[in-house]
């Protein structure tokens, strides 16, 4: 098994964040993010989030995602201060998320199975928490917010840097100047594709005059 995109699910998913987001001025952000999520049908949805996080687009987003999906939309919060701040801005919204207190890194041992996840770029240890999470074995996507704060010299983060390639392999990513930046992968199935991935590795020719098969690895 793998992620399967709908389209039908992503654009319910988008035209209701765009009814619903007129309360952010920084619009493509919750919209984008939303229909992502929803769109893979992500079965458990995590983001990091703190009190310095600022506005709540991505959350908004991953909560109407969450209602399309039936699944899990799970927030990690570092202190109690962010968890009354995340809790309050979400309920004036009318939404809700499960609040999970702790460092990123430690919950990131409970949640299994994780198909959509996403982080702030501007946290320290943000890349550590990407290559501690248990992803789900059908396949997962990753997001950065806030990516554009890290576009700076000597940034060494690379997609590749937080997957274990012996079992997984990075589909495709791509960076969009939404927001503060978002930065996204998407990772195989565990196990997915890897005698596709092997298989490209080597080249066959037969040669017409001789009969010859000759293999040749790229």
Same mark, same amino acid.
């Given at each position: 098994?793998?992620?399967?995109?709908?389209?039908?699910?992503?654009?319910?998913?988008?035209?209701?964040?765009?009814?619903?987001?007129?309360?952010?001025?920084?619009?493509?952000?919750?919209?984008?993010?939303?229909?992502?999520?929803?769109?893979?049908?992500?079965?458990?949805?995590?983001?990091?989030?703190?009190?310095?996080?600022?506005?709540?687009?991505?959350?908004?987003?991953?909560?109407?995602?969450?209602?399309?999906?039936?699944?899990?939309?799970?927030?990690?919060?570092?202190?109690?201060?962010? @968890? !009354?701040?995340?809790?309050?801005?979400?309920?004036? %919204?009318? *939404?809700?998320?499960?609040?999970? #207190? /702790?460092?990123?890194?430690?919950?990131?041992?409970?949640?299994?199975?994780?198909?959509?996840?996403?982080?702030?770029?501007?946290?320290?240890?943000?890349?550590?928490?990407?290559?501690?999470?248990?992803?789900?074995?059908?396949?997962?996507?990753?997001?950065?917010?806030?990516?554009?704060?890290?576009?700076?010299?000597?940034?060494?983060?690379?997609?590749?840097?937080?997957?274990?390639?012996?079992?997984?392999?990075?589909? @495709? !990513?791509?960076?969009?100047?939404?927001?503060?930046? %978002?930065? *996204?992968?998407?990772?195989?199935? #565990? /196990?997915?594709?890897?005698?596709?991935?092997?298989?490209?590795?080597?080249?066959?020719?037969?040669?017409?005059?001789?009969?010859?098969?000759?293999?040749?690895?790229?």
């Amino acid at each position: 098994m793998k992620l399967i995109w709908s389209p039908d699910t992503a654009s319910k998913a988008y035209i209701d964040t765009v009814q619903s987001c007129g309360v952010f001025r920084e619009s493509g952000v919750a919209e984008l993010v939303s229909a992502m999520a929803a769109g893979w049908n992500a079965q458990l949805i995590v983001e990091t989030w703190s009190s310095e996080g600022g506005v709540m687009a991505t959350s908004m987003g991953l909560a109407i995602a969450r209602a399309h999906t039936g699944g899990r939309h799970v927030c990690i919060v570092p202190d109690e201060r962010s @968890r !009354s701040e995340y809790a309050e801005s979400m309920g004036e %919204l009318g *939404m809700s998320a499960e609040i999970v #207190l /702790g460092e990123a890194e430690e919950v990131m041992e409970g949640l299994e199975g994780i198909d959509f996840l996403v982080v702030d770029s501007r946290c320290r240890n943000f890349s550590r928490v990407l290559r501690l999470a248990k992803l789900s074995g059908n396949g997962a996507v990753l997001m950065c917010k806030n990516a554009s704060f890290r576009s700076v010299p000597n940034s060494s983060f690379k997609w590749r840097s937080v997957l274990d390639e012996g079992s997984r392999r990075l589909v @495709r !990513s791509v960076f969009l100047p939404v927001g503060k930046g %978002l930065d *996204m992968a998407h990772v195989s199935a #565990l /196990g997915g594709d890897s005698n596709k991935v092997s298989a490209k590795r080597w080249i066959k020719h037969l040669d017409p005059l001789s009969g010859e098969l000759h293999v040749i690895r790229r």
